[in-house]
């Protein structure tokens, strides 16, 4: 029985055995269905020259970058690469350090250039994920206000990992799912500070995902309209009127990347705060 399921490169980059950082990927990618890491470990990474070949391996299969590197040098060198790259990096000792900083009140000793400054821009990155993941899939309504972007979409439009992307941009974004014959909140439609964007996919790829989902949790309890082709179209086209009445753009993502998608909002987003900082009404 086929499964279709999203591959993502994971790069993982430490100065000791990389335990650590296997152990918190894995514990975070368990919690995506459909969603399979492919895994690059990088232990002992303690020299700019074995921080090259890592270099290399990230230019060639571009994805999520997390690292423990005590060295300041090799992990500033790492952090700008991938921001030249355009991809998404954590340091996932950082919090831990924060929280202990922050109660004990002591400077942190043995740093060894220590870990790179915790600047409004890393705090900001966490702001935005802490915000996103309580805002998934419409978990939160009351305080969408608050949010840099809305994604609204019908199920299986690659809403949550696009914001999770984001988030790792800094950017505060909340997804809000469609469903069939069930009114959008007047809250929702209303929003005046985040700027709203619509997904759709192809009804054919909507498709075949939705099947899948539905075969790999071995379900016989579901309605059958969710899979079926005629459904869906109507699912769309309610997506495209949607956003049509209230003059929100809209990304098809049938042959984007989850970053080919984020890189598009991002570009609507800038020229969307650029108009606001004019005084010119989207």
Same mark, same amino acid.
């Given at each position: 029985?086929?499964?279709?399921?999203?591959?993502?490169?994971?790069?993982?980059?430490?100065?000791?055995?990389?335990?650590?950082?296997?152990?918190?990927?894995? /514990? /975070?990618?368990?919690?995506?269905?459909?969603?399979?890491?492919?895994?690059?470990?990088?232990?002992?990474?303690?020299?700019?020259?074995?921080?090259?070949?890592?270099?290399?391996?990230?230019?060639?299969?571009?994805?999520?970058?997390?690292?423990?590197?005590?060295?300041?040098?090799?992990?500033?060198?790492?952090?700008?690469? =991938?921001?030249?790259?355009?991809?998404?990096?954590?340091?996932?000792?950082?919090?831990?350090?924060?929280?202990?900083?922050?109660?004990?009140?002591?400077?942190?000793?043995?740093?060894?250039?220590?870990?790179?400054?915790?600047?409004?821009?890393?705090?900001?990155?966490?702001?935005?994920? #802490?915000?996103?993941?309580?805002?998934?899939?419409?978990?939160?309504?009351?305080?969408?206000?608050?949010?840099?972007?809305?994604?609204?979409?019908?199920?299986?439009?690659?809403?949550?990992?696009? =914001? %999770?992307?984001?988030? #790792?941009?800094?950017?505060?974004?909340?997804?809000?799912?469609?469903?069939?014959?069930?009114?959008?909140?007047?809250?929702?439609?209303?929003?005046?500070?985040?700027?709203?964007?619509?997904?759709?996919?192809?009804?054919?790829? %909507?498709?075949?995902?939705?099947? #899948?989902?539905?075969?790999?949790?071995?379900?016989?309890?579901?309605?059958?309209?969710?899979?079926?082709?005629?459904?869906?179209?109507?699912?769309?086209?309610?997506?495209?009127?949607? =956003?049509?009445?209230?003059?929100?753009?809209?990304?098809?993502?049938?042959?984007?990347?989850?970053?080919?998608?984020?890189?598009?909002?991002?570009?609507?987003?800038?020229?969307?705060?650029?108009?606001?900082? #004019?005084?010119?009404?989207?």
């Amino acid at each position: 029985m086929n499964k279709t399921r999203h591959y993502f490169h994971l790069h993982l980059v430490s100065d000791s055995t990389g335990e650590t950082l296997m152990t918190v990927a894995r /514990a /975070a990618t368990v919690q995506y269905e459909n969603v399979q890491e492919i895994e690059h470990v990088y232990p002992l990474v303690r020299s700019q020259k074995q921080l090259d070949r890592v270099i290399s391996e990230i230019e060639k299969a571009p994805g999520i970058v997390l690292y423990t590197l005590v060295d300041e040098e090799i992990a500033q060198r790492l952090e700008q690469k =991938c921001r030249e790259l355009g991809t998404p990096f954590v340091n996932i000792l950082d919090p831990v350090f924060a929280v202990f900083q922050s109660y004990l009140n002591v400077t942190q000793t043995h740093r060894i250039g220590g870990q790179h400054e915790m600047d409004a821009e890393y705090f900001s990155r966490m702001e935005a994920l #802490n915000y996103t993941m309580m805002h998934d899939d419409g978990q939160i309504w009351d305080d969408l206000e608050s949010a840099d972007i809305v994604l609204l979409g019908i199920s299986r439009t690659s809403k949550t990992p696009t =914001c %999770i992307y984001l988030a #790792n941009r800094g950017i505060k974004a909340a997804n809000v799912p469609l469903v069939p014959d069930i009114p959008l909140p007047e809250s929702v439609k209303s929003l005046k500070n985040p700027m709203v964007i619509g997904l759709i996919a192809s009804a054919e790829r %909507i498709q075949q995902i939705r099947r #899948n989902r539905v075969l790999s949790l071995n379900s016989e309890s579901y309605n059958d309209q969710y899979v079926d082709r005629k459904e869906i179209s109507r699912e769309i086209n309610m997506t495209r009127r949607l =956003c049509s009445e209230h003059n929100w753009p809209l990304i098809d993502v049938t042959r984007r990347s989850i970053e080919e998608t984020a890189a598009e909002i991002l570009t609507l987003f800038k020229d969307y705060k650029t108009a606001r900082e #004019n005084g010119v009404s989207e």
